[in-house]
T-cell receptor
Framework: DQQVKQNSPSLSVQEGRISILNCDYT??????FLWYKKYPAEGPTFLIS?????DKNEDGRFTVFLNKSAKHLSLHIVPSQPGDSAVYFC?????????FGTGTRLQVFP | DTEVTQTPKHLVMGMTNKKSLKCEQH?????MYWYKQKAKKPPELMFV???????INESVPSRFSPECPNSSLLNLHLHALQPEDSALYLC???????????????FGPGTRLTVL
C-alpha cells in the first residue's frame, strides 16, 4: 500500500519556466514532508522540507506547498535549469520513518 | 565534512557467499539508516539505528544483519542472499531521530548489489 504517491512518472519543462511536481499522501499522521533529488548513481540529496503545521516553505528557487485538507503537496522550481534534470522524490516522516513517494523524472530542456 | 561514504560501490556475490556493506559518516550524526532501492522504485527503509542501537527493523529477512560498531560506522552483513535481493543499498544518516533535527537525512551513493 503506497502511502505517498507521485502520479506523474515524468515531466518535461523548458529552461526558464516553472516546474511543478506533485505528491499525494494518505496518512494524516505524517508530520514532516521532504523533497529529495536523485541523480543516477548517486544517493538522494535533500532539497527542502515542510512541517505539517505550515502551508508553504521557500528556499531560493524551490518552494514547497502543503494542502493538508487535500493531502497534497507540491514542489515548484522557478526558473527551471538544465541541472535540475533528475528524479525527484517526495517523502513523509512518521514515527522516525521516512517514507518515499514513487518519484518523478524531471527533464529540463533548453 | 557533509558526506556519507559507502563501500564497495558494486558487489557481485553468489547465493552461498557472505559479504558486508560498509557505511561511514563523520558529521556527528547519531541516527543511521539502511534502505533498499529496486529499479524504478522508491527507496524502502530496512533498518534504523539510533545512538548505536537498532530502533527499527522493517521486517527484513534475517539473511540481512545490520551492525553499528560505533557512532560513525554502519555495516550490513549479507549471507545466503537470493537473486531478488539484487538492488541498490543506500545508507543515510541524520543528526538524530525524531523532531526537527531528524528531517534531513544525508545519503551515501549506494552499493549496487547483484546476487547470482
Amino acid at each position: 500500500d503506497q502511502q505517498v504517491k507521485q502520479n506523474s512518472p515524468s515531466l518535461s519543462v523548458q529552461e526558464g519556466r516553472i516546474s511543478i511536481l506533485n505528491c499525494d499522501y494518505t496518512n494524516s499522521m505524517f508530520d514532516y514532508f521532504l523533497w529529495y533529488k536523485k541523480y543516477p548513481a548517486e544517493g538522494p540529496t535533500f532539497l527542502i522540507s515542510i512541517s505539517s503545521i505550515k502551508d508553504k516553505n521557500e528556499d531560493g528557487r524551490f518552494t514547497v506547498f502543503l494542502n493538508k485538507s487535500a493531502k497534497h503537496l507540491s514542489l515548484h522550481i522557478v526558473p527551471s535549469q538544465p541541472g535540475d534534470s533528475a528524479v525527484y522524490f517526495c517523502a513523509a516522516i512518521i514515527t522516525d520513518k521516512l517514507i518515499f513517494g514513487t518519484g518523478t523524472r524531471l527533464q529540463v530542456f533548453p | 565534512d557533509t558526506e556519507v561514504t559507502q563501500t564497495p560501490k558494486h558487489l557481485v556475490m553468489g547465493m552461498t557467499n557472505k559479504k558486508s556493506l560498509k557505511c561511514e559518516q563523520h558529521m556527528g550524526h547519531r541516527a543511521m539508516y539502511w534502505y533498499k532501492q529496486k529499479a524504478k522504485k522508491p527507496p524502502e527503509l530496512m533498518f534504523v539505528y539510533s545512538y548505536e542501537k537498532l530502533s527499527i527493523n522493517e521486517s527484513v529477512p534475517s539473511r540481512f544483519s545490520p551492525e553499528c560498531p560505533n557512532s560513525s560506522l554502519l555495516n550490513l552483513h549479507l549471507h545466503a542472499l537470493q537473486p531478488e535481493d539484487s538492488a541498490l543499498y543506500l545508507c543515510a544518516s541524520s543528526q538524530a531521530p525524531g523532531g526537527a533535527a531528524y528531517n534531513e537525512q544525508f545519503f551515501g551513493p549506494g552499493t549496487r548489489l547483484t546476487v547470482l
